[in-house]
């Protein structure tokens, strides 16, 4: 497969200025006619070249007029026109086959309904085109089927027109007025229900909000259409940016290999991110279709009224879009218990990626498989970026930046370094260095040492930034980065920062931002009465490992008035515990003490409480580790939740029994913390496997009026009792194996589980008439879930490794972009023991040896291998 380097990008040698398509959807067949009106850039005569994917072609026109064979050429990946002239219209007709389509990108069959996925190379699957984003064009589409398979007939912008014909066929004529590349191009066809409502803006305008679902689901899309007018006001308030046409559609499909699209006035979502009431969904799927409907919606500015110039680019939208959601959910939520999420999701996904094999800067400048690049580095990272430019600018400057960016860059496709200059415009610093974020891979470190002299009143904090090589062994730069810090008194108050020296190099001081731009600084804060506690990196301001001695931790746990840094306290206390009992120590009694003041602490806000109380993950265990020893963390973490159980049992058993009450219903934020800790109190207590816990955990199941509580007890339940699970288990399974969202749930629960069997278990749910392989979702509940099962998937006879790869190489037939986002899984290669380390390379050998693998599990594969 080729390499695609960003440094030879060209811009294309044509313009698709419109583009007018017809489908005629037929039961075996669609046929695709697309119109374009081509403009060449430059005064001589050259060659044009369209995209195309897996095309039957039938025609080519060039003003009307059918060319000879020998006026163009074609090949597996183009359709080549040698001189269609200066300006012409160009018609190639297309045949191809929705019902076949397994990949899910370009035009392709969910559960009945036609639907397609155009990012970022699904257009070329259906008609040739300038498939890249610098092609911007004005998009007409007509779409024609029989009214009583798809009544609904639906595509990008407003509906112009609509009508039937006497043989039972009828169709729609969409016309979007904003020119916009292929990878927003959207229809959907088929028999679907839906609701509406709309929506005034501020300038007055009236929009149309409709959500299409499956019929019989309609009452599970009020929240998706709350959480979409919250957001079209959300932009409104916050960037004064408002929506502009007079319809936005949303649609939901059982089958859709990411989250959601953004396409232009007619958003495609999976099923999951649409659909949810109290009795399937629970309260962390309701926050994330608040999430996901409202990143979706904010692309509408960020992404497709401005745009990205090339693949390259990818993170000038999605992490400022990511950013922008977070910030959406930090203002409907609690912030702080928003932003310990976004962290802890950084970490668990993000950390690891930056520490692998497939290693990239959130600019990558090279790629096999674009696909490949919808990563945690370019969508969490890339956020972190923007929040640390939100960091350095502060709110005000921030807006004005962003306006600039808007103004400027409207109604184009742009670069990362346009971005960066809307941002210079505003900055108080030069963003020169800054830009490295851009450019450099892996997570820097941050190691913090101080001192303090009693006799002067001063404070010396040494800090040492650890910038690791790049994947290929390059030596990499200091960052430019905001650090927010704080010294706390005796009673947690916030002391005024003197600091000594040149305060000119530090312009964001008065903020409590301290800038670092070197490998090794030091900074002196005068006028102390006594040692403060050093409260660093607050709000977690840059995306690095923070080092700092340990002295602090309780009492930050305990005080510090940044959440955040308390929540990062107890972590990392507990961390170090769990790392003292996996060298043979007992738990420190200290840490148990922090714990039971936590947890007896009723001024708490009762989802930050659920967080402050919980352990690391394996996952970030294992990035302390030299060589990963999953069993010892798997032994010590569950040992320290048991001896957690036993010395706050009863504090524990009376806080489940207030919280465990039927008024605790309802999607406000008391009641999703007061489920949160519950379930959190449960988990520990039922460590223990003690008759009452599981009582309890029955009792749970039996009584919840939400799927939050349901879950927790049946999970808790299956992974920790599995006889007495039996019952629950055969009871959620005949409630809902009509309702594939919440056989998800069931199957994660079976793959998940630490019991024995799980393996077989997941083999046989594999066979059962619930799961079907071409749904991704359904893949990804159940065989993703088993490939982060950290005690089978380690399992240390490799049979975890084995079944992984078989069921890499079987969906690569079927569905290539679900197939390496499993093969993400062996990232951990390089850092295990020797033993696993070759079971691993075993797997990992036979799936590069597959004959005909796709190149997206190629380029995964064979970096790990590397
Ligand atoms: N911009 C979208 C990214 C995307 C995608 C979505 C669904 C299926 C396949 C896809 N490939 C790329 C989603 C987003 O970030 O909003
Ligand atoms: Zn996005």
Same mark, same amino acid.
């Given at each position: 497969?080729?390499?695609?380097?960003l440094?030879?990008?060209?811009?294309?040698?044509?313009?698709?200025l419109?583009?007018?398509?017809?489908?005629?959807?037929?039961?075996?067949?669609?046929?695709?006619i697309?119109?374009?009106a081509?403009?060449?850039?430059?005064?001589?005569?050259?060659?044009?070249?369209?995209?195309g994917?897996?095309?039957?072609?039938?025609?080519?026109?060039?003003?009307?007029?059918?060319?000879? +064979?020998?006026?163009y050429e074609?090949?597996e990946?183009?359709l080549?026109?040698? =001189?269609p002239?200066?300006?012409?219209?160009v018609?190639?007709? +297309?045949k191809?086959?929705p019902?076949k389509?397994?990949a899910l990108?370009?035009?392709?069959?969910s559960?009945g309904?036609y639907?397609?996925q155009?990012e970022p @190379?699904?257009?070329?699957r259906?008609?040739?085109?300038?498939d890249?984003?610098?092609n911007?064009?004005v998009?007409?589409?007509?779409?024609i089927?029989?009214?009583?398979?798809?009544?609904?007939?639906?595509?990008?912008?407003?509906l112009?027109?609509?009508?039937?014909?006497? =043989?039972?066929?009828?169709y729609?004529l969409?016309?979007d007025?904003?020119?916009?590349?292929?990878?927003l191009?959207a229809?959907v066809?088929?028999?679907?229900?839906?609701?509406?409502?709309?929506?005034?803006?501020?300038e007055?305008?009236?929009?149309a909000?409709h959500?299409?679902?499956?019929?019989?689901?309609?009452?599970?899309?009020?929240?998706?259409?709350?959480?979409?007018?919250?957001?079209?006001r959300?932009?409104?308030?916050?960037?004064?940016?408002?929506?502009?046409l007079?319809? *936005?559609n949303?649609?939901?499909?059982d089958s859709?290999?990411?989250?959601?699209m953004?396409?232009?006035?007619?958003?495609i979502?999976?099923?999951?991110?649409?659909?949810?009431?109290?009795?399937?969904?629970?309260?962390?799927?309701?926050?994330g279709?608040?999430?996901?409907?409202?990143h979706e919606?904010?692309?509408?500015w960020?992404g497709?009224r401005?745009t990205?110039?090339?693949?390259?680019?990818?993170?000038?939208?999605?992490?400022?879009?990511?950013?922008?959601?977070?910030?959406?959910?930090?203002?409907?939520?609690s912030?702080v218990?928003q932003r310990?999420r976004?962290?802890?999701m950084?970490?668990e996904?993000?950390?690891?990626?930056?520490?692998g094999?497939?290693a990239?800067?959130?600019k990558?400048?090279q *790629?096999i498989?674009?696909?490949?690049?919808?990563?945690?580095t370019?969508y969490?990272?890339?956020?972190?970026?923007?929040?640390?430019?939100?960091?350095?600018?502060g709110?005000?400057a921030?807006?004005?930046?962003?306006?600039?960016?808007? #103004?400027?860059?409207?109604?184009?496709?742009?670069?990362?370094?346009?971005?960066?200059?809307?941002m210079q415009?505003?900055?108080?610093?030069?963003?020169?260095?800054?830009a490295l974020?851009y450019?450099?891979?892996?997570?820097?470190?941050?190691?913090?040492?101080?001192? *303090?002299d009693?006799a002067?009143?001063r404070?010396?904090?040494k800090?040492?930034?650890i910038?690791?090589?790049?994947?290929?062994?390059?030596?990499q730069?200091?960052y430019?980065?905001?650090l927010?810090l704080?010294l706390?008194?005796?009673?947690?108050?916030?002391l005024?920062?003197q600091l000594?020296?040149?305060?000119g190099?530090q312009?964001?001081? #008065?903020?409590?931002?301290?800038?670092?731009?070197? =490998?090794?600084?030091?900074?002196?804060?005068?006028?102390?009465?006594s040692?403060?506690a050093l409260?660093?990196?607050?709000?977690?301001?840059?995306?690095?490992?923070m080092?700092?001695?340990q002295?602090?931790v309780?009492?930050?746990m305990?005080?510090?008035?940044?959440g955040?840094?308390?929540?990062?306290?107890?972590?990392s206390?507990?961390?170090?515990?769990?790392e003292?009992m996996m060298?043979?120590?007992a738990?420190?009694?200290?840490?148990?003490?922090?714990?039971k003041h936590?947890?007896?602490d009723?001024s708490?806000?009762?989802q930050?409480k659920a967080q402050l109380?919980?352990l690391p993950?394996v +996952?970030?265990l294992?990035?302390t580790?030299q060589?990963?020893?999953?069993?010892?963390i798997?032994?010590?973490?569950?040992?320290l939740?048991?001896?957690i159980?036993?010395?706050?049992?009863?504090?524990?058993r009376?806080? *489940?029994?207030?919280?465990h009450r039927?008024?605790?219903?309802?999607?406000?934020?008391?009641?999703?913390?007061?489920?949160?800790?519950?379930?959190r109190?449960?988990?520990y207590?039922m460590?223990?496997?003690?008759?009452?816990s599981?009582d309890?955990?029955?009792?749970?199941?039996?009584e919840?009026?939400?799927?939050t509580?349901?879950?927790?007890?049946?999970?808790?339940?299956h @992974?920790g009792?599995? #006889?007495?699970?039996e019952?629950?288990?055969?009871?959620?399974?005949?409630r809902y194996?009509?309702?594939m969202l919440?056989m998800?749930?069931?199957?994660?629960?079976?793959?998940?589980?630490?019991?024995?069997?799980?393996?077989?278990?997941?083999?046989?749910?594999?066979e059962d008439?619930?799961?079907?392989?071409?749904?991704?979702n359904?893949v990804?509940?159940?065989?993703?879930?088993?490939?982060?099962?950290?005690?089978?998937?380690?399992?240390? =006879?490799?049979?975890?490794y084995?079944f992984?790869?078989?069921?890499?190489?079987?969906?690569?037939?079927?569905?290539?972009?679900?197939?390496?986002?499993?093969?993400g899984a062996?990232?951990?290669?390089n850092r295990?023991?020797?033993?696993s380390?070759a079971?691993?390379?075993d797997?990992?050998?036979?799936?590069?040896? @597959?004959r005909?693998?796709?190149?997206?599990?190629?380029?995964?594969v064979?970096?790990?291998?590397?």
């Amino acid at each position: 497969p080729k390499t695609i380097y960003l440094k030879e990008y060209e811009a294309p040698a044509y313009h698709i200025l419109s583009t007018e398509l017809t489908f005629e959807i037929f039961e075996e067949h669609t046929l695709v006619i697309n119109r374009m009106a081509i403009k060449r850039r430059g005064d001589v005569p050259v060659p044009l070249l369209l995209d195309g994917d897996d095309l039957e072609l039938l025609c080519v026109k060039v003003d009307d007029v059918k060319i000879p +064979t020998d006026a163009y050429e074609r090949n597996e990946e183009t359709l080549t026109l040698f =001189d269609p002239g200066a300006e012409a219209t160009v018609q190639v007709v +297309t045949k191809i086959y929705p019902d076949k389509n397994t990949a899910l990108e370009g035009l392709y069959r969910s559960g009945g309904i036609y639907c397609t996925q155009c990012e970022p @190379h699904g257009f070329r699957r259906i008609t040739y085109f300038i498939d890249r984003p610098d092609n911007m064009s004005v998009f007409t589409v007509k779409v024609i089927a029989e009214q009583s398979v798809c009544p609904v007939l639906l595509s990008n912008g407003n509906l112009e027109e609509e009508g039937s014909f006497p =043989d039972g066929r009828h169709y729609a004529l969409w016309k979007d007025p904003f020119p916009k590349p292929s990878y927003l191009f959207a229809l959907v066809a088929g028999d679907l229900g839906r609701i509406s409502d709309n929506f005034t803006t501020a300038e007055g305008n009236e929009v149309a909000l409709h959500i299409y679902v499956d019929k019989g689901n309609e009452p599970r899309a009020d929240h998706a259409m709350r959480s979409l007018k919250a957001s079209m006001r959300w932009d409104e308030e916050t960037y004064g940016r408002s929506y502009d046409l007079s319809v *936005y559609n949303i649609v939901a499909v059982d089958s859709f290999n990411m989250g959601a699209m953004e396409n232009k006035g007619l958003n495609i979502f999976n099923s999951h991110y649409v659909l949810a009431d109290e009795e399937t969904a629970t309260d962390a799927d309701f926050l994330g279709i608040e999430s996901v409907i409202a990143h979706e919606y904010f692309h509408n500015w960020t992404g497709n009224r401005i745009t990205c110039r090339d693949w390259f680019q990818l993170t000038l939208k999605e992490g400022l879009t990511v950013f922008r959601d977070q910030s959406f959910s930090a203002d409907m939520q609690s912030e702080v218990v928003q932003r310990i999420r976004d962290v802890d999701m950084l970490r668990e996904r993000q950390f690891p990626e930056d520490a692998g094999p497939t290693a990239h800067p959130i600019k990558p400048e090279q *790629y096999i498989e674009i696909n490949n690049f919808y990563t945690a580095t370019v969508y969490e990272k890339g956020s972190e970026v923007i929040r640390m430019l939100h960091t350095i600018l502060g709110e005000k400057a921030w807006r004005a930046a962003m306006d600039l960016y808007f #103004e400027t860059f409207d109604g184009q496709a742009v670069r990362t370094e346009d971005f960066l200059w809307a941002m210079q415009q505003h900055s108080p610093i030069d963003l020169a260095q800054f830009a490295l974020w851009y450019s450099q891979e892996r997570t820097p470190s941050l190691c913090a040492e101080h001192s *303090y002299d009693p006799a002067s009143g001063r404070l010396t904090l040494k800090l040492e930034q650890i910038v690791p090589d790049a994947v290929d062994g390059r030596k990499q730069q200091p960052y430019c980065m905001p650090l927010r810090l704080a010294l706390l008194g005796h009673a947690g108050e916030e002391l005024p920062l003197q600091l000594e020296g040149d305060t000119g190099a530090q312009p964001l001081l #008065e903020r409590g931002i301290l800038l670092i731009t070197r =490998d090794e600084e030091s900074f002196t804060f005068g006028g102390l009465a006594s040692e403060p506690a050093l409260s660093l990196n607050r709000h977690f301001g840059a995306p690095v490992v923070m080092e700092y001695p340990q002295e602090d931790v309780m009492n930050l746990m305990r005080f510090d008035s940044d959440g955040f840094v308390r929540y990062e306290a107890a972590q990392s206390f507990a961390r170090s515990t769990l790392e003292a009992m996996m060298r043979g120590e007992a738990v420190s009694p200290q840490f148990l003490e922090s714990f039971k003041h936590i947890l007896e602490d009723e001024s708490l806000d009762l989802q930050f409480k659920a967080q402050l109380l919980s352990l690391p993950t394996v +996952t970030m265990l294992m990035q302390t580790q030299q060589t990963v020893d999953v069993h010892a963390i798997l032994e010590a973490s569950d040992a320290l939740r048991r001896e957690i159980a036993v010395a706050c049992e009863a504090t524990m058993r009376h806080l *489940y029994a207030l919280l465990h009450r039927p008024a605790h219903m309802g999607l406000e934020a008391e009641s999703i913390g007061a489920r949160a800790l519950k379930n959190r109190l449960l988990g520990y207590l039922m460590a223990q496997q003690d008759a009452e816990s599981i009582d309890s955990a029955m009792a749970q199941y039996e009584e919840s009026h939400t799927m939050t509580d349901r879950l927790a007890a049946l999970q808790l339940l299956h @992974h920790g009792a599995p #006889e007495a699970a039996e019952a629950p288990m055969r009871d959620f399974y005949e409630r809902y194996s009509g309702d594939m969202l919440v056989m998800t749930k069931y199957f994660s629960v079976i793959a998940s589980s630490p019991q024995p069997d799980t393996l077989s278990r997941v083999r046989a749910a594999m066979e059962d008439e619930v799961f079907n392989i071409k749904v991704p979702n359904l893949v990804r509940s159940l065989i993703g879930s088993f490939a982060r099962n950290p005690y089978h998937f380690h399992a240390y =006879d490799g049979s975890g490794y084995a079944f992984v790869a078989e069921q890499i190489i079987a969906l690569d037939a079927i569905n290539p972009m679900i197939a390496a986002g499993l093969s993400g899984a062996f990232k951990t290669y390089n850092r295990l023991n020797a033993h696993s380390r070759a079971q691993m390379r075993d797997a990992l050998e036979k799936v590069q040896a @597959h004959r005909g693998i796709s190149k997206n599990v190629y380029e995964i594969v064979g970096k790990i291998l590397a």
